[in-house]
């Protein structure tokens, strides 16, 4: 009886959290007519060809995906270095101030990213970035979780190992890559998951930075298709169900790493 309970207690809660992605996905294949209609139609339309085809009129969605795509990689990519680099420094180096410097950067963990705003809009536009991929990308370079999580992971690691790769010639560029590098790849896979979906699902900054609808990125430009008085929720639906896909396959890419990570926890000591 006990287990027949928690079957039923895991079932509700997988409907729970797949049955909202499942309707968007049934309601992108219909027409707008019919997506609220009743009772609710959860098998597929035949409009998800029109639907995409009036998306991609509507906001030119091949281009908003490239652009979209184009940040979110370069936001994660530099975030992690900027993160790694950082995170070694403040676990591996010793220097006037480090101690200090770690804790004014804890400090800012507790600051409203809307405080921030303003501040970084007149410094993007003081330097005429405004309008510009620049203008999303550089801001967004330096993160303070990031840097935290790469210097308690990289603590973790023992001195003497870095000692033995210094001792057989190696450079501090070349110890971060060869060593850190290899060890640390099941949590820079998890911050690169959380990089990435807050880059792919921005909205706030980049309405605020841009101002050239060639230059939006998806959440952006889907936020246009809300009109006054009619929107066409087929084609929010798919650029909704779009939106979605690349979280579901960047986890299935970095899912090994996932558990590699779990499985030396669960083996360590």
């Known amino acids: 009886m006990k287990g027949w309970t928690l079957t039923f207690v895991l079932a509700a809660v997988f409907g729970l959290c797949v049955g909202p992605f499942y309707w968007l996905a049934m309601a992108a294949t219909h027409a707008n007519s019919d997506i609220f209609s009743w009772p609710p139609r959860f098998y597929p339309g035949d409009q998800l060809a029109a639907n995409t085809a009036k998306l991609e009129e509507s906001i030119g ?12 990689v370069a936001q994660t990519a530099g975030a992690i270095v900027v993160s790694l680099l950082a995170g070694y420094a403040f676990a591996k180096f ?6 200090l410097f770690f804790v004014l950067l804890l400090s800012t963990l507790v600051i409203p990213g809307g405080v921030t705003i303003i501040p970084i809009f007149e410094m993007m536009n003081d330097i005429g970035l405004i309008d510009s991929f620049p203008a999303l990308i550089l801001p967004s370079l330096s993160v303070p979780f990031g840097i935290f999580l790469m210097r308690q992971s990289l603590l973790a690691i023992p001195d003497e190992l870095l000692d033995a790769a210094r001792v057989d010639g190696a450079g501090e560029l070349r110890v ?3 060593v850190v590098i290899p060890v640390m790849r099941p949590v820079l896979a998890a911050l690169a998951v959380f990089l990435f979906l807050g880059a792919w699902n921005d909205f706030l900054w980049p309405l605020i930075a841009l101002r050239t609808p060639e230059m939006y990125t998806l959440p952006v430009a889907l936020a246009t298709l809300q009109g006054l008085a009619r929107t066409d929720f087929g084609q929010v639906m798919v650029g909704t169900a779009i939106s979605s896909l690349p979280m579901m396959v960047l986890f299935l890419i970095l899912q090994k790493q996932f558990i590699s990570g779990l499985l030396a926890g669960a083996t360590k000591g």
């Open 94 to 99: 010793q220097f006037a101030g480090r101690n």
């Open 61 to 72: 969605l091949v281009n908003v995906l490239g652009n979209t795509l184009f940040v979110a």
């Open 176 to 178: 971060l890559w060869r």
